[in-house]
């Protein structure tokens, strides 16, 4: 069985958020090994289903449903999705967060120990910012691959305490993880308005939470281009060799074609990626 399948529902803002998602698209081929199914939902991406689904077929991803459905809200878009997954554990997508593993053996060791340890969550992402809240912790559990925690009221208190004045709250719980198959229904399922994924977000923990939440050791998921408060630490301001690779940095209208021509040189993709830099024009 899959070690975990993955889940987006995005609406694209502007080309440049396209290029961002061709980008992470092709940052996950590492991860592809490790995945079921790759679930995702362009909601204003008409036009762009057929080359994406290579672009993502390409990466590595042999079962992929690439889809172009408006939906009511994020919320209902999403657990329609989630209904179609099997895997014991959701990774959630978005296309500003890109992947900087350079290869599987460590993600691979991470969820057997997120298995063996039955980890509710996983942080995927802000690497360096949650390194330095967690230090605070005590961990119940610890391996090459990360540091177990009971992620609960007190922990989440003890955190709060630490963090110095005028950085980012921390949350209790952000999209950008890897969730547990019982934890995601129960999250995503929530009946929250919106077309956006951030007000799922928990600022606080629910009464009584008690989780086990599973800190990875090393970087997996990077912010393209937010620094959230560490300073240089997104990937348009931190250099990345992998991310300066895939993304030609070069992130206008145009990326998309550029950057996908660059990965799959025939004559097909090119017609294909004309069409789509068209439709993107028009819509930014």
Not at 22 to 51: C, K, M, W
Not at 278 to 284: D, L, M
């Amino acid at each position: 069985m899959a070690a975990f399948d993955i889940v987006g529902n995005i609406w694209l803002a502007s080309g440049r958020r396209l290029a961002y998602l061709v980008s992470a698209i092709r940052s996950i081929a590492e991860l592809a090994p490790l995945t079921g199914r790759f679930l995702l939902n362009i909601e204003n991406g008409q036009g762009l289903v057929g080359p994406l689904r290579k672009l993502v077929r390409a990466t590595g991803f042999r079962q992929a449903d690439i889809s172009a459905r408006p939906a009511a809200s994020f919320g209902s878009a999403y657990v329609a999705m989630l209904q179609r997954t099997s895997a014991d554990y959701i990774m959630h997508f978005e296309e500003d967060h890109f992947c900087v593993l350079k290869e599987t053996a460590p993600m691979t060791r991470l969820l057997d120990f997120a298995r063996s340890a039955a980890a509710d969550l996983v942080p995927l992402s802000l690497y360096r910012l949650r390194q330095a809240r967690f230090a605070v912790l005590t961990p119940e559990a610890t391996d090459s691959s990360g540091r177990l925690f009971r992620w609960d009221q007190d922990n989440f208190s003890r955190m709060l305490q630490h963090i110095p004045p005028g950085r980012p709250r921390a949350y209790f719980v952000g999209n950008n993880w890897l969730f547990s198959r019982q934890f995601a229904l129960a999250y995503w399922m929530r009946p929250i308005p919106g077309k956006r994924p951030h007000p799922f977000e928990l600022y606080d923990p629910p009464e009584g939470a008690s989780l086990r939440l599973l800190l990875p050791s090393f970087e997996i998921l990077r912010p393209i281009d937010d620094d959230h408060g560490i300073e240089g630490s997104c990937c348009l301001r931190s250099g990345d060799e992998k991310w300066t690779r895939l993304s030609g940095m070069d992130l206008g209208v145009g990326a998309f074609r550029y950057l996908t021509w660059r990965a799959f040189r025939t004559p097909a993709w090119k017609s294909a990626l004309r069409r789509v830099a068209r439709v993107v024009a028009r819509q930014t």
